[in-house]
């Protein structure tokens, strides 16, 4: 058996110069030597469209404590004692753009920016692109959390890529910016609000990402420590040579800047994580494989989508289910990363809110009637059908996504993280949607679980209803609350305190009964 | 004689200066213009109005006092002459002397760009590193979220951390493939040190890839990646080998560094910001000036002859820019690419991409129906339609692209679209004329274009009206889109059971959004209903019901208030009006700055507008006309 000092030397020697970047990895190894804590973890995790309330929210005589999930939350209730059912919120939307613009409000592309920004909108461009004109809750978080690491703090504890933005899917009608990203950075005071806007774009190719974040390209036959010192040398130059333009640029590149320096730094841990040997307690997963993409324009009834992505549908081979697996190998990534300690905050997204994901017209035993699939499916999701097949198929699509979910999520609960515990006890998962209802895009009740086990301080097993705010219910009773209270109430969970969150009607306050 | 009365003198003297040289604005009153292009206004045609609008210079940097030229029933007003304007950011001159009578329609600014940094799409990184290095082929580059998007709103490309790791995989197989020729690349002279050699190297290739001279603090940055290979105090290489390596690294370095992924537009390096920190506006530098061109007309890295210019301070005088500006435009290279900015202004590169249903393609043998194949044919048909208008020798007007009766097409196309196809094979094009059977006019009915902005099974109505709209009118835009997802406007749109019905119920509905979008975009699409969605002439829809392509544009329409009876017609009008004229500078000014003018009544874009309808009408003088503009090579300080 190789003790810890042995395997602290070896892991050292390993690393070489590299030492100081690994430190991540080598507390996390301490840790579990040690018994100290292991770092907090987030995980925002997005499927599109909402779910069908009757379908996913207890019945009404459900208690506080005692509630039975039904058919499309029902894939969650392994975890029931480590998450927290929320109903009772409303997206509110708002826009710094004064000219009768809502900032999208009771659409996927205004409820993608409301709920993960809470702040008010720059503006809108073209049909349905609302511009974020706040930082996302999870860079929020990110920058604001010393116990989240983040890449542009100045943390001790700062991780080597900050966060990460993956997604399964990202094509959006339009090509619309607003329904595909998550998270977004402060906006820039740039008077075109389409460069003020700072988007965080989710990668979206599993290989891709598994050697960016896990395996750097090594050129063949060479000495690692010798590639390391050459390969860290370009990096040096390349940082000199920002340093010499961010002298000379006038401030307003100053964000441009930043990000491209994030950058180097990222490929800078890129490069060492490649070339230095990886304790086993951060093990290396298997490289993903490449997927079938659909490419190029796609149009459907009057829409249309320049984007790429892969379909959960293979016209070439009805067995394989391409979308599915590409998610399931994105959540096995953002659980190893969490383990290695790589990045704290991560987004993941199924789908852009506008979800181009083709399904086949007959799923999990729900079909579509020829003549709503001859509106919109077999491809794609019906726009707005109010029709009982398509409720119904659309119905089986949300329960696949909250199956795949939760099987990622017990994944995660199965992990023994750095301090021997699981690596849910410090992780939390939000799982959102940005319209309650799909039909009409109603962005009442907003459909949210949260998940974490014993050291995130989430009072598990709670299904918690909310009734004394002053917005409207589904119903048209009044009782509901602005989304944004929900992040105010979770922010403590990572050591932030938030007050306040987006424009006065945006928020009230911080919900009680989430944390312990 | 200022040196730039000289210029000007000289550059009349070769013909290449339009009649007149003006202020570059002004204001109808006579105020003066401000410095980088300030506000200006038109003179509107008002009964009796005297001045029009105070013109740019044809093409010049600065200029004396403007005529007007817009102004209707009466005279246009004879500028005072301004005083000449020392540069771009001028110091420009009293404005043009202002008449009476005309209403004022304010055109609106458009503040000076600033300063800025404006990344390499990855395209452009591409064909600069095969320059540079001379590759056969560049490998992979890495996709990016704003790939499909058009280059004003592709310049705000980030370079995050997924990006960079792109370009670090590609920059790496570049090395690969580069690393055999290492020793070649350096070329060393003989007794040359290994140091010195490295040292030259590191001067000359980057100054290439930096599109500047680089200074000696980053020629020591440079030889630190090299020591890496080769250390020690005489940076002396062990092996042949090993020199190779240090130099590849080098390479890659450079290839990867921010002055190569950023065309910089920051001016002398020797700016410096006042106490208040404020930059003072400035100029691009010659090296700036070589690589805009270089990139607006090669895609690509600077030539010789751009950095000879650079070098030379040719690029200092607007003599030497034009002279350079025509020595690229003449290269079929830049001819290519400017054919390429024109094509994706009007939306044909998406053609490529959209499939049909067979039932469009059923005139060709079922082999011969694959929209992939018959999507190639018409870029290519495309293509040398444009070809033959903008770049044959003399080159004809751009608004000849609206009224060319001739179609560049192979065997499969001419029998796509009723051609009389003869011997023809699939593998040459010839230009035929359109059957008389079938009214076209120019790109606007070509089949490629009409393919590109079309569905599957549709003609798409709403599309064409807002390529129209967008892209050959230029007309303002319309305001936020309505929501098309509430169960309201969700009944309008699925009323009537043909695209031509379901056109009059958007337009007899009236809330279904607040501008009257559909009231602005419809019509124009109803004009090109005639063709279906593959770009075939036809004279009953998909119901079976006769079409009709006339239509009453309203009175927000840059042709103003009219019925049109078709798309030739159409034609005529945007031809005689000069709206497509005006309607390529704006667009094309756009994409050459990367600035979005707020509206069609932008002051910068109505001097060029101004100064081009007094050139020849051709492409090049289009070209010209912005590349040399004032504003696109002014920048604004900017803070620190």
């Given at each position: 058996m190789t003790s810890y000092k042995l395997a602290r030397r070896s892991f050292l020697r390993a690393c070489g110069g590299s030492a100081a970047l690994m430190l991540p990895l080598l507390r996390s190894m301490e840790a579990r030597a040690q018994g100290i804590p292991a770092p907090k973890r987030l995980l925002i995790l997005h499927h599109s469209q909402g779910s069908p309330i009757d379908l996913w929210r207890p019945a009404a005589t459900a208690t506080t404590t005692t509630f039975t999930l039904p058919a499309n939350s029902a894939p969650f209730a392994p975890l029931q004692s480590k998450m927290v059912m929320i109903d009772g919120l409303n997206i509110v939307t708002d826009s710094l753009q004064t000219t009768g613009i809502s900032g999208g409000q009771n659409t996927s592309e205004g409820g993608m920016v409301a709920l993960m920004t809470g702040a008010p909108t720059l503006g809108r461009i073209g049909q349905q692109d609302h511009c974020a004109g706040g930082p996302s809750i999870d860079q929020i978080l990110l920058d604001r959390s010393p116990l989240l690491g983040g890449a542009l703090s100045s943390s001790p504890t700062k991780t080597p890529f900050g966060s990460l933005q993956l997604a399964a899917d990202i094509r959006s009608s339009r090509d619309e910016v607003a329904p595909r990203v998550m998270s977004y950075r402060s906006p820039t005071g740039n008077a075109d609000i389409s460069r003020a806007r700072q988007p965080l774009y989710p990668e979206t190719a599993p290989l891709d990402t598994f050697k960016r974040v896990f395996a750097g390209p090594l050129p063949p036959g060479t000495d690692p420590s010798v590639a390391l010192a050459r390969e860290l040398s370009v990096v040096d130059f390349m940082r000199g040579d920002l340093a010499r333009l961010r002298n000379l640029a006038p401030s307003s590149e100053r964000n441009r800047i930043d990000a491209h320096a994030d950058a180097i730094r990222q490929l800078e841990s890129t490069i060492r994580m490649a070339l230095a040997a990886i304790p086993s307690v951060c093990t290396s997963p298997a490289a993903p494989p490449t997927f079938p993409t659909t490419t190029g324009r796609q149009s459907f009834a009057g829409e249309s989508t320049n984007l790429s992505g892969v379909d959960y549908f293979d016209p070439a081979d009805p067995n394989n289910h391409p979308h599915q697996v590409l998610g399931q190998t994105y959540l096995a990534l953002i659980k190893t990363a969490f383990l290695c300690d790589l990045a704290r905050v991560v987004t993941f997204s199924w789908s852009s809110g506008t979800s181009w994901v083709s399904f086949p017209t007959t799923f999990d035993g729900a079909t579509l009637s020829p003549g709503i699939a001859s509106l919109s499916s077999p491809h794609y999701p019906p726009l707005s059908s109010m029709s009982a097949d398509a409720q119904g198929w659309w119905a089986a699509i949300d329960r696949f996504y909250a199956q795949q979910s939760s099987l990622a999520i017990q994944n995660m609960a199965a992990a023994t993280d750095v301090d021997g515990n699981s690596l849910l006890d410090n992780t939390v998962v939000v799982y959102v949607t940005e319209?309650?209802?799909?039909?009409?895009?109603?962005?009442?009740n907003m459909p949210l679980l949260v998940f974490g086990g014993k050291n995130t301080g989430l009072k598990g097993g709670t299904f918690l209803k909310i009734a004394d705010g002053p917005l409207p219910t589904q119903t048209g009773l009044t009782g509901n609350r602005p989304f944004n209270d929900f992040w105010l109430a979770l922010a403590p969970a990572f050591g932030v305190t938030l007050s306040a969150l987006g424009s006065a009607k945006q928020f009230t306050g911080p919900l009680s009964g989430l944390l312990r | 004689m200022s040196r730039y009365r000289v210029e000007i003198v000289a550059l009349l003297a070769a013909g290449l200066l339009a009649a007149c040289s003006r202020h570059p604005v002004q204001r109808s009153t006579g105020t003066a213009g401000s410095a980088v292009g300030g506000a200006g206004a038109r003179g509107g045609g008002g009964a009796g109005g005297v001045v029009g609008s105070g013109g740019a210079g044809a093409i010049g940097a600065t200029g004396s006092g403007g005529a007007g030229t817009l102004g209707s029933g009466g005279a246009a007003g004879a500028g005072i002459a301004g005083t000449s304007g020392g540069g771009a950011l001028g110091t420009a001159g009293n404005g043009g002397g202002g008449g009476t009578g005309g209403s004022t329609v304010a055109c609106a600014p458009l503040s000076p760009i600033t300063r800025r940094l404006w990344p390499l799409l990855p395209a452009q990184y591409g064909n600069a590193t095969r320059d540079l290095l001379s590759l056969a082929t560049v490998p992979p580059l890495p996709v990016t979220p704003t790939s499909t998007l058009p280059p004003l709103a592709a310049s705000t490309l980030p370079i995050d951390a997924t990006y960079l790791f792109g370009l670090y995989q590609t920059a790496g197989a570049i090395a690969t493939v580069v690393a055999p020729r290492a020793n070649a690349l350096a070329a060393c002279g003989a007794g040359e040190t290994d140091a010195a050699c490295a040292t030259r190297f590191a001067r000359s290739f980057g100054r290439r890839a930096f599109r500047r001279a680089l200074d000696d603090g980053e020629i020591s940055a440079a030889m630190n990646v090299f020591t890496t290979v080769c250390p020690g105090p005489s940076a002396s290489c062990a092996t042949a080998a090993d020199f190779a390596t240090a130099i590849n690294l080098m390479i890659k370095a450079f290839i990867l560094a921010p002055s190569f992924l950023y065309r910089t537009e920051l001016g002398p390096r020797t700016l410096t910001a006042n106490a208040a920190g404020v930059y003072p506006d400035t100029t691009l530098t010659a090296d700036e000036v070589a690589t805009q061109l270089a990139f607006l007309l090669l895609g690509s890295t600077p030539d010789a002859g751009l950095m000879a210019a650079a070098d030379s301070g040719a690029l200092d005088t607007p003599a030497g820019r034009l002279s350079e500006l025509n020595r690229l435009l003449a290269l079929p290279a830049a001819q290519a690419n400017v054919t390429a900015m024109v094509t994706q202004w009007l939306g044909v590169d998406r053609a490529a991409d959209n499939v049909k249903a067979p039932a469009l393609l059923s005139p060709l043998a079922a082999p011969d129906q694959d929209p992939a194949v018959i999507a190639a044919d018409l870029r290519v048909s495309w293509d040398r339609t444009l070809t033959a208008t903008l770049w044959s020798s003399p080159p004809g007007k751009v608004t000849d692209l609206l009224t060319a009766q001739t179609v560049f097409a192979n065997r499969r196309l001419a029998t796509l679209y009723g051609l009389p196809g003869g011997t023809m094979s699939n593998v040459t094009f010839d230009p035929i004329a359109w059957p008389a059977g079938q009214p076209r006019a120019g790109i606007l009915t070509h089949p490629a274009l009409l393919w590109a902005v079309s569905d599957p099974v549709n003609a798409n109505i709403v599309e064409r009206g807002k390529l129209i709209h967008d892209a050959i009118v230029c007309a303002d835009p319309l305001g936020p889109d309505p929501d098309l997802n509430t169960p309201e406007a969700r009944a309008v749109i699925q009323t009537g059971d043909s695209e031509a019905t379901r056109s009059d119920a958007r337009l007899a509905s009236g809330n279904l959004c607040a501008t009257n979008c559909h009231g602005e975009l419809d019509p124009y699409g109803r004009l090109l209903h005639a063709f279906d969605a593959a770009g075939n002439y036809r004279t009953v829809d998909e119901a079976g019901r006769p079409i009709d392509a006339s239509a009453m544009l309203t009175a927000h329409s840059p042709l103003g208030p009219m019925t049109s009876s078709g798309p030739v017609s159409f034609a005529s009008a945007l031809v005689s009006t000069n709206v497509f004229a005006g309607c390529a500078v704006q667009r094309l000014f756009e994409a050459t700055v990367a600035v979005r003018a707020p509206n069609r009544d932008t002051c910068p874009v109505n001097d060029l507008r101004a100064g081009f309808n007094q050139s020849d009408g051709t492409m090049a003088s289009l070209i010209r006309q912005i590349t040399l503009s004032d504003y696109a090579r002014a920048r604004a300080g900017g803070t620190r």
């Open positions: 319209v309650s209802r799909r039909w009409d895009h109603d962005q009442r | -």
